[in-house]
């Protein structure tokens, strides 16, 4: 598969034609350098320059409300399983955001597999758009190395001003270009300006963390018992925030929901958060991280060494969004920091 370019003037017309046969979903701005993705008809309606969104595409993978069964008692006991799908095509997700699905198609790839997520997965053409600078202060994407692509699209665009670059990853995303027709082969002056600009990559994105990556895994096994987590636990409201709008987290509650005839329901799977206090309560009003310390202890290892030891993985993407919308101001970058200040 060769790569191509599409010029900017005819990024419009790709919009609509991809949007006549199913729906196309975009970055949109919604006031105040707020961000959503939602369905687009033109590319004037589009922000390709855009903070991280309020929440991520991970809610078309795994919609916060998603029904899982119906059953109907009138006549019998019927109950059928559901698979809410449609076709979609996710325009202009950022690298950080790539990588949080990727994770998430590890997670629901393991035993047991989730077939919901599988089978929604396959009907969702993703393209990327490459970030050629920061989006703000709370980014940490050079740390985890997510600014520059690894993968987990179907086609990728870069841009490089008077065009895109488009690279092409999946026979989907080859099918694509072939059906719009309005892509032309990329040749290698074009494969010099995208080395440029990845060259050029390298002074602007730097660790925004004075350590290792490699050894965030070991910090956060030695600071289990820090009085840093205390701390954080202090400030921290449990208002979820941070789960709510993370690429990776993937936690859940099923839920059985019946008519008020009694007769018919359905059962659901909504979003839950391991930062809300019941949701490590068991029988007998026990719970396992009473502590909104430990609940914030569980969460940062949940992204930095638990999935690492599990996945070979880090499981946070450098977004920023949790830091960007914590109402207590915990940045992830300065409780990194705490952390090895702290010494031995």
């Not at 980014?139 to 993968?151: D, E, F, Q, Y």
């Not at 940062?300 to 914590?326: D, L």
Request: hydrophobic share 30%; net charge positive.
């Amino acid at each position: 598969m060769k790569n191509a370019i599409l010029k900017k003037e005819k990024l419009d017309d790709f919009i609509k034609i991809m949007s006549k046969d199913e729906k196309v979903i975009a970055p949109v701005l919604k006031g105040n350098q707020s961000y959503t993705f939602t369905e687009v008809k033109s590319a004037d309606e589009i922000s390709l320059k855009y903070l991280p969104t309020i929440l991520p595409p991970k809610k078309y993978f795994m919609p916060q409300h998603e029904t899982l069964i119906e059953y109907d008692k009138r006549n019998g006991q019927k109950v059928h399983c559901v698979v809410e799908v449609e076709d979609l095509v996710i325009f202009g997700v950022h690298t950080c955001d790539l990588a949080g699905i990727q994770c998430l198609n590890m997670i629901f790839a393991d035993r047991p597999k989730d077939m919901n997520y599988l089978i929604r997965k396959n009907r969702i053409t993703l393209i990327g758009l490459e970030c050629n600078s920061y989006c703000d202060e709370f980014a940490s994407c050079a740390l985890m190395g997510n600014h520059i692509p690894k993968g987990g699209y179907d086609l990728l665009f870069t841009d490089l001003g008077n065009y895109f670059f488009v690279e092409i990853n999946t026979r989907k995303g080859e099918e694509l270009i072939e059906k719009t027709n309005l892509f032309e082969n990329a040749d290698s002056n074009h494969q010099e300006e995208l080395n440029k600009l990845r060259k050029l990559k390298e002074s602007i994105f730097k660790p925004e963390v004075d350590i290792d990556k490699n050894e965030i895994p070991s910090l956060f096994k030695k600071k289990f018992e820090s009085k840093i987590w205390e701390d954080i636990g202090e400030r921290c409201l449990s208002c979820g925030n941070c789960t709510n709008v993370c690429p990776t987290c993937y936690c859940f509650d099923v839920l059985d929901i019946p008519d008020l005839n009694l007769k018919t329901g359905k059962r659901v799977r909504v979003w839950d958060s391991c930062q809300n206090e019941p949701f490590a309560k068991i029988s007998g009003g026990e719970s396992f991280r009473e502590k909104r310390g430990d609940r914030k202890r569980h969460r940062f290892n949940r992204k930095f060494r638990y999935p690492v030891e599990r996945y070979g993985k880090f499981f946070c993407t450098g977004c920023g969004r949790c830091s960007r919308t914590c109402m207590a101001k915990i940045d992830l970058k300065e409780t990194i920091r705490d952390l090895i200040k702290e010494g031995n």
